[in-house]
């Protein structure tokens, strides 16, 4: 394994070390390989385990959700590739709380030499010999914008970790901040003004809006989606959306399988069109397509299940209703305010 040499453990605001690794998906060349894409990367102590084991669960559930935000995830310990691979193994046989097993989708580096674990800080002194639970949030551009630390008996909360990336995406997109406790479509705050005038202003300026608590402290009011005129693009199993550019901006995937079984994953590119209804168009136009075609669909993505629970009027596109209903009222799904089927 080849490292740069890092003197300090590095902070927010740095461009990521890199490092060149073997991972349970083959090799790694980081953060290379991830430009263009924010990554959760993050550490656990040991292979084998209770809470890492929880975590990792947790976190390939919510796997899909991570892509629809332009999120890769990579984890690390410092155990052997051949203790990883045992360990996803075993991982999917686990029926973890009766809520079905899992298969681990991305990749783990194998750090038996403990050589990127120093690199980013991850080892500390409660234990030189397992890895704590570390996080780093890292953007498109290889920075590092966010670094979060956990005990080892204290499990990671994969809701926060998603909204510090989408905190993070709010700020890049809208040039705002995010208050304590904020979700998507909550209000956001403006940066405070750096003179007497403009705080006057400020003020002054406040409506319906745009709240004033004090001079310092304004919220701004997210404003609804605006309708957009969409060109849609398809081909056999993909439907996108693609700037001005021609670039793909937002695109939904439904493979077809030789079993005639379809898979549906979806994301969204561009983290300036999360809460504009794109994702909800995508959704609609490959149901229709299914329909006309005469296929039917498995749903692997967590917002295509939301979806097709609140407009059961396509579930002709699904291969099993119910079974999908179901999936929308588990504990996940009641999260996000979607009530629980009844038969």
């Not at 090799?27 to 084998?48: C, E, T």
């Not at 994969?158 to 993070?168: A, C, F, G, H, P």
């Not at 319906?208 to 005129?229: C, G, N, Q, R």
């Amino acid at each position: 394994m080849e490292q740069e040499v890092c003197t300090r453990m590095p902070m927010i605001g740095d461009t990521a070390p890199e490092f060149r690794c073997i991972t349970t998906k083959g090799k790694v060349n980081f953060p290379g390989d991830y430009k263009g894409k924010w990554v959760l990367f993050f550490s656990h102590p040991a292979d084998f385990t209770p809470v890492c084991t929880t975590e990792f669960i947790a976190l390939a559930k919510r796997y899909n959700e991570f892509k629809e935000i332009n999120t890769e995830l990579l984890g690390l310990s410092i155990d052997s590739l051949h203790s990883h691979l045992a360990w996803v193994k075993n991982i999917s046989a686990i029926n973890w709380k009766g809520e079905g097993t899992v298969e681990i989708p991305f990749p783990i580096v194998a750090d038996i030499s403990m050589k990127v674990a120093n690199m980013y800080g991850m080892l500390q002194t409660v234990a030189k010999t397992q890895t704590i639970r570390a996080v780093f949030v890292i953007d498109p551009d290889s920075i590092i914008r966010a670094i979060l630390y956990y005990p080892m008996s204290t499990g990671r909360n994969i809701d926060e970790l998603k909204r510090v990336i989408l905190s993070l995406q709010k700020h890049d997109a809208d040039n705002v901040s995010t208050p304590a406790d904020w979700t998507p479509g909550d209000d956001v705050l403006m940066g405070s003004p750096l003179t007497l005038e403009a705080a006057e202003e400020r003020v002054k300026d406040a409506g319906d809006d745009v709240i004033a608590y004090e001079w310092y402290l304004t919220a701004k009011k997210e404003k609804k989606a605006e309708p957009m005129e969409l060109d849609f693009k398809e081909i056999k199993d993909k439907i996108w959306l693609e700037s001005e550019d021609g670039k793909t901006i937002a695109y939904i995937d439904f493979p077809e399988f030789e079993t005639g079984k379809v898979e549906v994953t979806h994301t969204i590119v561009d983290p300036s069109l999360q809460g504009k209804g794109i994702a909800g168009e995508l959704t609609k136009k490959m149901a229709q397509k299914l329909i006309a075609e005469g296929k039917k669909a498995e749903l692997t993505c967590s917002y295509a299940v939301k979806w097709f629970a609140k407009h059961r009027e396509y579930e002709a596109a699904l291969i099993n209703p119910e079974a999908e209903y179901e999936k929308a009222g588990s504990q996940q799904g009641m999260a996000c305010g979607i009530p629980k089927h009844k038969k």
